[in-house]
């Protein structure tokens, strides 16, 4: 049970990372929406330091649950640290694209940014959210062939 308990926890943790991230990407989204044309005129607020720290949250969140897999992969399962196969590897690039993304980010937040950081930064992340269902699958059907259903 207790090996059940812990196994759990890295979806668990990834679950809670995901949620903020959707919720991180709309917030991003009006940003984007806000200064579209045909939306012009409309009273969209961006809620940009929320959007930073649930950015900043979800990335915490994602980089510990990611290396806490790995942990559990290898101490708690007892199997090669990549054994997971696409959903590892998947995972590894999903960290590095979303560093990606914080990076520029931070240079959004600090105003020294190109004209088309904004649309780079939602294009990498979105890129990344696409990745992330991807590995849903994967993970789920990981774990249904690790707790035995």
């Not at 991230?21 to 607020?45: C, E, M, P, T, V």
């Not at 990498?124 to 849903?136: A, D, P, R, T």
């Amino acid at each position: 049970m207790a090996q059940i308990s812990l196994i759990l926890i890295h979806p668990i943790l990834q679950t809670f990372a995901i949620i903020i991230l959707f919720y991180a990407a709309y917030l991003g989204w009006q940003r984007h929406k806000s200064k579209l044309d045909k939306y012009r005129g409309q009273n969209i607020i961006f809620k940009w330091n929320t959007h930073i720290k649930m950015g900043a949250i979800f990335f915490i969140l994602i980089s510990l649950g990611a290396i806490l897999g790995f942990l559990i992969n290898k101490y708690t399962l007892e199997r090669p640290l990549f054994d997971s196969g696409p959903h590892a590897y998947l995972g590894i690039i999903i960290l590095l694209l979303f560093a990606i993304g914080v990076g520029m980010g931070y240079r959004l937040s600090n105003g020294n940014s190109a004209d088309n950081l904004p649309k780079i930064h939602m294009f990498v992340n979105y890129s990344g959210i696409c990745l992330v269902l991807i590995q849903m699958l994967l993970g789920i059907s990981l774990l249904i062939e690790v707790l035995g259903y």
